[in-house]
């Protein structure tokens, strides 16, 4: 079985070490909001302009969690 250790130097590394801890809240919340997006542009009707927007931020919000998936592999 492998381990896997961090370090840190508080208070210097403070927002690193927030950040090691919290990031499982952080992908939940990121995933809530991809979900949010989802439902928006699933069930509202909106003018195409605003369509084209909320899909085009859904997209993004897809290929960050994507992009953070690949580079944890």
Do not use: T
Not at 5 to 23: K, S, W
């Amino acid at each position: 079985m492998s381990k896997a250790i961090l370090e840190f130097n508080l208070p210097e590394d403070a927002d690193d070490f927030r950040y090691a801890v919290n990031g499982c809240e952080y992908y939940i919340a990121l995933h809530n909001i991809r979900e949010d997006v989802r439902q928006i542009w699933k069930h509202r009707e909106l003018p195409q302009e605003q369509f084209d927007l909320v899909d085009e931020i859904y997209q993004m919000v897809n290929q960050r969690i994507n992009e953070a998936s690949r580079s944890n592999d």
